[in-house]
């Protein structure tokens, strides 16, 4: 994988409200937007004094993968891209997708053939060409290996531009803090959202605008945690049932991802299925409409306070990453029906 390195970085904020608003320290022109960033910071009391949510899943496509399409995209309407190609799980195919569409720039998106059947309809209802294939892993290797001459290949487990623009949600939650958290609690897969974290407070960091790391904390499924097992030793268990879009099984930047957590003094865990059914349903009977996979960080969250990684007067922020509203089927089996997993 490529890195975007930006020598001599100020941040000066715009009078905009979405992550445009630090375009400054972006490596791109504000082309492309559906007003993503921005989202609310929740407290919530009901698991602790100190503890946030940040309501990711309300971007403009229900998730996270906005700010880094908002800049891909960007980037590739700067360059005159023709068309874009991604590989995804769904969610950042939605969203390259929608953004592509804005731009004006043909998408091309392939998906494992087991993906949810919402999200595969949402990317061709946003006139993307949709392309299943037999796993995840074989998505990816199809999409690279189709890219043409006036393409690019902008699948977000490689692409620095995209990274560029989920690092906004550092920025973002020192904005709204006014200072940089103790811990967050992220769900990781294929690591955008950890190394754009990483990235965003290393450069708040040097421009002398908060003094440490907040503690960065990954939260990881079953068959699916390589950056758990690069820490910690080999987890053997059935591949996950429910967190659809935490399937990656070789992330590119691993390296980059051990890094960021060791470097922030953080930790990886893993959660199980029935873990993440518990929490799903406890988030949703709380008011919060979010994926499975989102709800993997509640789980985490009760893990970390229970093996005291966590202390209860620690400022903490849960990112609540996707959308539930993509997942009727899963909701009416295990959050109303309450099948087991």
Do not use: C
């Not at 908060?210 to 268990?237: C, D, M, T, W």
């Amino acid at each position: 994988p490529i890195d975007v390195i930006i020598e001599d970085l100020r941040l000066t904020l715009s009078e905009q409200r979405g992550l445009w608003r630090f375009a400054s320290v972006i490596p791109a022109k504000p082309l492309v937007s559906l007003g993503e960033g921005f989202t609310p910071l929740v407290k919530a009391r009901f698991l602790g004094e100190n503890t946030y949510l940040k309501l990711e899943y309300l971007n403009p496509t229900g998730s996270f993968k906005d700010r880094g399409s908002a800049v891909a995209v960007s980037k590739a309407a700067e360059l005159n891209a023709k068309a874009v190609v991604e590989d995804s799980s769904g969610n950042a195919g939605i969203s390259i997708a929608a953004y592509a569409s804005v731009a004006g720039i043909r998408a091309r998106i392939y998906v494992p053939r087991d993906a949810p059947e919402g999200k595969k309809s949402l990317i061709k209802a946003l006139g993307a060409e949709l392309i299943e294939a037999p796993s995840r892993a074989d998505a990816s290797k199809m999409a690279i290996g189709s890219i043409g001459s006036d393409e690019v290949y902008i699948g977000h487990t490689w692409n620095p531009w995209f990274i560029q623009g989920t690092k906004t949600l550092a920025y973002e939650l020192v904005n709204q803090l006014g200072h940089a958290p103790t811990s967050i609690v992220l769900p990781v897969s294929a690591g955008t959202l950890l190394l754009g974290l990483f990235i965003g407070f290393n450069e708040l960091m040097n421009m002398g605008l908060i003094n440490e790391l907040p503690r960065l904390f990954a939260v990881q499924v079953q068959g699916f945690a390589k950056l758990y097992e690069e820490l910690h030793g080999e987890y053997r268990s059935e591949p996950t049932r429910i967190a659809d879009a935490l399937r990656v099984s070789e992330p590119p930047r691993i390296s980059q991802m051990i890094n960021a957590v060791k470097s922030s003094n953080g930790d990886a865990i893993v959660v199980t299925d029935d873990e993440i059914v518990r929490a799903w349903k406890y988030m949703f009977r709380s008011g919060f409409i979010i994926e499975p996979s989102s709800a993997t960080v509640l789980s985490g969250y009760w893990r970390l306070m229970g093996n005291n990684k966590i202390n209860r007067n620690d400022e903490v922020v849960l990112i609540l990453t996707g959308n539930g509203l993509k997942y009727v089927d899963l909701i009416n089996k295990y959050v109303i029906a309450e099948s087991n997993i």
